[in-house]
């Protein structure tokens, strides 16, 4: 046999002989020791990391060149939590797997945090430099209770300063992403990041370093605190604007701070921390328990020898690792466990809609993990019947070319299909044709030769009324039958595609399809159900990921990854600090349904009340029991809004206590005077036109459902006129005008002046629209309502 | 002075929420926190379609009720009674529409 494979160990507390070091030679490897103290040049990292096949590693940075120049690497783990020091896309395009040991010093950065807090409070620091110096201080210090600890961040370090804290009778705030489902500690207030700020006495952080969070401690956030408070930072330097921290701290804007963390570390000569009074630097020593060392340096030791055998258990890339052909895993010692999982379907969603923005590092994570296509909702009926019934899009181009651009380029780069569905909000055939216009400019200005393929989805009448009168065009719960007119009156109609316009599309040579009218699932459906996958698991995970990140603890965090395969599926957020957990997962198929255990396609109904639920680690879920019941008829639903009629809108605000109690009387005042006055000047009766009158701070919300009572203290009242053309409505909301500005209870004996909110008061809203149809089709086969294009070559041109 | 008033659903609740499902439909979630309060809000005695439809407005035959221990969640859905964006429309995403039913107080 060939000599052993090395694995080069850098933390610095791990040495030749310990029991860290027995582990990995009992396993087979021969270790290199070169312990990392301070910093390391690239250069020598790479020298040390020569004909190494895995890594236990400290901080030093693990750039794209050091895995290039590190062929024979193929693991790499972290001693610890935070992983921002490896660029994990590299190490993921050169084939290495990177882990990470999340939680294993947690219980240590909490009672280091503790020790923070109590420093500062009582100035441990400059009183043992003062007696060491000969001096006696006898300044005096504040006590921990009573005080308010803001926490930011709740993963689990933050989690485990909790009972800590309490115990010192410190009351406890939070400030997270995790939503509200998610927060088990009823002791724990959790706020706003403003209110966190401006309420902390101690201010401690445990939230990763992102791009969203560096420097999230800024001059602006600095001049929020308390100048009381104290900074603890146990996380990681550059979360700190230093810079302004010693500024704050030097001009008496905050009290002090401990940081156990820098922006360089070692902290630089010239650091603006060194000499602030009140500023105490420690050495990145909070995690260094002999505990937290023995358990991470035995758990990173096992996971290096796992990940090396192929079965990374903590790995933040391992699926491309497990399943890459380009570099089949390779096992240093026989692997004893089941080999190589079943054939599976990767599907990455980066967030709940084109346009809505997500970070661009969670799609490179998707596609680091192995994602097989991205899928995108471009669309949503829930804004309202105005998209639909104009045509046109409720996001902007700019933020939809945003989204796009990010992920054409990595469709590109990782040759991998991009499908977007309901283009343009409502999935009409102008909304198709706006974002292919967008994706089209960017092919151009990036030179991406990918072929575009648009399915469109809209509906003509004429048509529909051939099905209606065949009887093929039923109504879905609380519709009634449909009558040919309300089809004629309709500006736009589109049909709700099932996934095979888009197998069709992707089946034709299409790499990005842009797809009109889709149910939200099929587009997330579509490919994995070309590649074979299994219905049930496919369609429950289109649904579970169809929102983005709405399936996870932080929303807001960018959006998921469904692993599906023949038994179910496996679903994780792209950001590595989200969370997927049963609860947040199975809540998801309560999101926007009618009923949870049951969603019809137009082949059939997904049926999960069987379905299970297993968290398989603190972050990822397991989704088993899914049902797919194939209909037996294939109907295609139709979404419709007509115009009904045009608005004029004005706005005015009541303060006068006299009004306020009286309000209800005043607004019924309001509609049988303006009907005279309608009626004198236009010769036209209150039939022929709408006046809603809405007083806002009373009850114009909930109407007469509304629980409250009482008079309000002030009011706004929207007045909305509907007329059958702007000019009517126009005229009648100007006739309003002096009793919207003047109108008395009918007890007063004068004319109040009222508060216009602007000038003029009246705003002309344009058409008015409302969705008209709630029915489906039955159609013949499932591609034949759409139509499909696709160009001969790339779309650049 | 000792506040002997019971609380209301929203305050028991984790989260109660309203929200459009279709343009055509309301749905509203009461996420309760434990067992023993989801076992409250579940009693058919306390939340059926009767109370409901008096709360709403309702037709009590309109209205769908699920009640799923595994989330301790009670699901209720009915049909907008104002379609969406239409003139007289007050809550486009019905996104408020959840306030009377956290307004209950359980026995």
């Given amino acids: 046999m060939s000599t052993p494979p090395t694995v080069l160990i850098t933390t610095d507390y791990l040495v030749p002989g310990d029991e860290v070091d027995d582990l990995l030679r009992d396993a087979g490897f021969t270790t290199r020791h070169r312990p990392l103290r301070g910093t390391r040049e690239q250069d020598e990292l790479i020298a040390i990391l020569d004909g190494c096949e895995g890594a236990l590693i400290a901080n030093e940075p693990m750039t794209a060149e050091v895995f290039a120049r590190a062929p024979a690497l193929r693991a790499v783990v972290r001693t610890g939590v935070g992983y921002d020091s490896v660029d994990v896309a590299a190490a993921t395009r050169a084939g290495v797997s990177v882990s990470n040991l999340p939680g294993v010093n947690a219980n240590a950065v909490a009672e280091y945090t503790m020790a923070l807090l109590l420093a500062q409070a009582r100035r441990l620091v400059p009183v043992a430099a003062g007696v060491q110096a000969g001096r006696w201080p006898r300044e005096d210090g504040h006590e921990l209770r009573g005080r308010t600890l803001g926490l930011l961040g709740y993963g689990a370090t933050a989690r485990a300063v909790v009972p800590l804290a309490q115990a010192f009778g410190l009351s406890v705030r939070c400030t997270t992403g995790v939503p509200e489902g998610q927060r088990h500690d009823a002791s724990v207030q959790f706020v706003d990041l403003a209110e966190l700020l401006a309420t902390a006495d101690f201010l401690s952080l445990h939230t990763a370093l992102t791009p969203a969070t560096r420097h999230l401690i800024d001059a602006s956030a600095l001049a929020r605190m308390k100048p009381t408070a104290h900074l603890i930072n146990t996380a990681r330097g550059a979360l700190v604007d230093e810079t302004a921290l010693a500024a704050a701290v030097r001009a008496g804007r905050l009290a002090g701070a401990a940081l156990d963390v820098t922006g360089t570390e070692p902290l630089p000569a010239d650091s603006p921390l060194r000499d602030v009074p009140g500023i105490t630097v420690y050495s990145h020593l909070a995690g260094q328990t002999a505990e937290a060392r023995r358990a991470a340096g035995l758990e990173g030791a096992r996971e290096l020898v796992a990940a090396l055998r192929g079965r990374p258990r903590s790995s933040l890339n391992a699926h491309t690792m497990i399943t890459s052909e380009m570099r089949p895993t390779l096992t240093s010692t026989p692997a004893t466990e089941d080999p190589v999982p079943e054939e599976t379907v990767r599907v990455l969603v980066p967030s709940g809609m084109l346009g809505a923005g997500f970070p661009p590092e969670t799609i490179d994570r998707g596609i680091a993990l192995g994602a097989d296509v991205i899928a995108v909702d471009g669309g949503s009926t829930d804004s309202g019947p105005y998209y639909l019934g104009s045509g046109t899009a409720k996001t902007s181009a700019a933020a939809v070319a945003r989204d796009l651009r990010i992920l054409l380029r990595a469709s590109a780069d990782a040759g991998i299909p991009l499908i977007v569905g309901s283009c343009g909000t409502s999935g009409t055939d102008s909304g198709v044709d706006w974002v292919a216009g967008i994706a089209g400019g960017i092919l151009r200005e990036e030179n991406l030769g990918l072929r575009v393929a648009r399915i469109y989805s809209e509906q003509t009448a004429a048509a529909l009324k051939e099905r209606l009168n065949e009887g093929r065009v039923h109504p879905l719960p609380p519709m009634g039958d449909l009558d040919a007119a309300t089809l004629d009156d309709c500006t736009h109609i589109v049909g709700m595609m099932g996934h095979e316009p888009i197998v069709a599309a992707l089946e034709a040579g299409a790499q990005v399809v842009l797809a009109g009218r889709a149910t939200d699932t099929a587009v997330a459906a579509a490919y994995p159900l070309m590649k074979g996958m299994p219905a049930g698991p496919t369609w429950h995970a289109s649904k579970i990921i169809e929102c983005g990140g709405q399936c996870t603890t932080n929303p807001r965090a960018g959006g998921v990854l469904a692993t599906i395969d023949q038994g179910g599926f496996t679903i994780e957020p792209l950001d590595p600090a989200a969370a997927c957990t049963t609860t947040s997962v199975a809540a998801h198929m309560l999101y926007e349904t009618v009923n949870p255990f049951q969603m019809r396609e137009p082949a059939g109904t997904l049926m999960v009340a069987d379905a299970t639920y297993t968290a398989l680690d603190d972050r990822r879920v397991r989704v088993e029991g899914s049902r797919f019941e194939p209909a037996d008829q294939y109907t295609i639903k139709l979404e419709g809004a007509r115009i009904t009629g045009y608005e004029t809108m004005s706005f005015t605000a009541i303060r006068d206590p006299h009004i306020l109690p009286r309000i209800e009387e005043w607004v019924a005042l309001m509609h049988e005077i303006l009907a005279g006055r309608v009626r004198q000047t236009l010769d036209l009766e209150p039939s022929g036109y709408a006046v809603d009158i809405r007083p806002y701070g009373y009850n114009a919300v909930l109407g007469s459902i509304d629980p409250a009572a009482g008079p309000p203290r002030e009011v706004g009242v929207m007045m909305l006129v509907n007329a059958p053309d702007q000019a009517t409505a126009t005229a009648i909301a100007k006739i309003a005008n002096p009793l919207m500005l003047h109108l008395p209870t009918p007890d007063m004996d004068y004319l109040p002046s009222l508060a216009f909110a602007t000038s003029p008061a009246e705003s002309e809203r344009g058409p008015a629209y409302q969705f008209v149809l709630n029915h489906v089709v039955d159609a013949d086969e499932p591609t034949g309502m759409f139509r499909i294009e696709i160009p001969e070559g790339d779309s650049r041109d | ?107």
């Fill in chain 2, 1 to 107: 002075m000792t506040d002997d008033r019971r609380p209301t659903l929203g305050e028991l609740a984790l989260e109660v929420r309203s929200k459009n499902a279709g343009p055509f439909w309301v749905t509203m979630e009461l996420f309760m926190r434990t067992a023993e309060d989801y076992g409250t809000v579940a009693d058919e005695d306390f939340i059926n379609e009767q109370v409901i439809a008096r709360l709403y407005d309702l037709d009590p035959a309109d209205i769908q009720i699920f009640r799923i221990p595994a989330l301790n969640v009670v699901k209720i859905s009915y049909p907008r009674p104002v379609a969406q964006g239409s003139l007289r429309d007050r809550d486009i995403h019905a996104g408020q529409h959840h306030v009377p039913l956290a307004a209950l107080v359980p026995p």
